[in-house]
């Protein structure tokens, strides 16, 4: 679940670079982390990248429309809250 609430928010995320790859790489690299933890390895990658923190983002609604759209299918899938 990390994963899919997080995808839209990591630095560089575009619609092609969100693969399964990167899920089970994110998966094993955070396994057991708090997700407090994820949240700020997030911010810090986002803002050594020049963009705004996660929580601005989601205040302003900056996310890429194509990642989100993305998200939104496994999240469906889950039973996950949609963007």
């Not at 560089?12 to 994110?26: A, F, W």
């Not at 983002?57 to 469906?76: C, H, I, M, Q």
């Amino acid at each position: 679940v990390a994963f899919w609430e997080l995808a839209p928010y990591f630095a560089g995320s575009t619609k092609d670079s969100i693969t399964e790859e990167m899920k089970l790489d994110y998966i094993r690299d955070n396994a057991g982390k708090a997700f407090e933890f994820m949240v700020d390895q997030a911010n810090e990658d986002r803002v050594a990248s020049g963009m705004s923190t996660l929580q601005v983002s989601k205040v302003s609604k900056d996310e890429d429309p194509a990642v989100l759209a993305l998200v939104d299918t496994y999240r469906t899938k889950f039973g996950l809250a949609t963007f």
